[in-house]
């Protein structure tokens, strides 16, 4: 099945300052990436997604950015805010037959510093 | 547009005793519906998901099963809870086609003590 690493697992910024989350997957067949926000006691927000066709997709601040030879995505916030602070996952999914079961990473913590 | 509802929001509920947690999402039909836990780590591990009425998969063998009763409710349960399902529980749905995007309920927070 489908292994997401995600990386790194904490990252404190300064306020202003941009944030950098990466991750890789190992199935091929993944063409599906969404990013996901959780705030402490909630269940996580979609933010952004990337289809396998498109190798960037900006919305604002944050940007996405897939390269399927490699295998890897990452999530680019610029300019950041205290209310950035969350733990984001990353997810990537292998569609088939109308069904879609993401697999997740680990998460990574971001804390930005006023 | 689509909501999801989970409930409750936290429980406490001592080793031994029975589980329900249920969820239901509106404005949707056919939906996949999954069932997460997070623990400690902050990872999200699929548990169960269904593509329709009475069909579950699971993807860990545990002591909790899933149903889906009617077309938008999800339950998940236990009959006799350990401490070691102590945790954070999601439920989530997507579309069952044209979209792969999943969105979330807000969890349930259980603490068995």
């Known amino acids: 099945g489908e292994n997401v690493e995600q990386h790194p697992s904490t990252l404190s910024v300064q306020e202003g300052d941009s944030a950098v989350i990466k991750c890789t997957y190992s199935d091929s067949a993944s063409n599906y990436f969404p990013w996901y926000k959780q705030e402490l006691g909630k269940g996580p927000q979609l933010i952004i997604d990337?289809?396998?066709?498109?190798g960037e997709k900006k919305d604002q601040r944050i940007a996405v950015t897939l390269n399927k030879t490699a295998k890897h995505f990452s999530l680019h916030i610029t300019e950041t805010q205290p209310e950035d602070s969350a733990v984001y996952f990353c997810a990537a999914s292998p569609s088939s037959g109308g069904s879609y079961i993401p697999t997740f990473g680990r998460g990574t913590s971001l804390i930005v510093h006023p | 547009s689509q909501t999801i509802h989970q409930w409750p929001a936290t429980l406490v509920q001592p080793v031994g005793s029975p589980l329900s947690l249920e969820c239901t999402v509106e404005g949707t039909s056919n939906p996949n519906l999954y069932w997460y836990r997070q623990a400690a780590g902050r990872g999200l591990q699929l548990l169960f998901y269904?593509?329709?009425?009475?069909?579950i998969s699971s993807e860990v063998p545990q002591n909790l099963s899933a149903s889906r009763p009617q077309d938008r409710q999800f339950i998940l349960s236990s009959k006799k809870l350990l401490l070691s399902d102590s945790g954070f529980y999601l439920c989530?749905?997507?579309?069952?086609?044209?979209?792969?995007?999943?969105?979330f309920g807000q969890g349930t927070r259980l603490t068995v003590v």
């Open positions: 989530a749905w997507s579309a069952l086609l044209g979209t792969e995007k999943a969105f």
């Open positions: 990337i289809r396998s066709n498109v």
């Open positions: 269904s593509v329709g009425i009475g069909q």
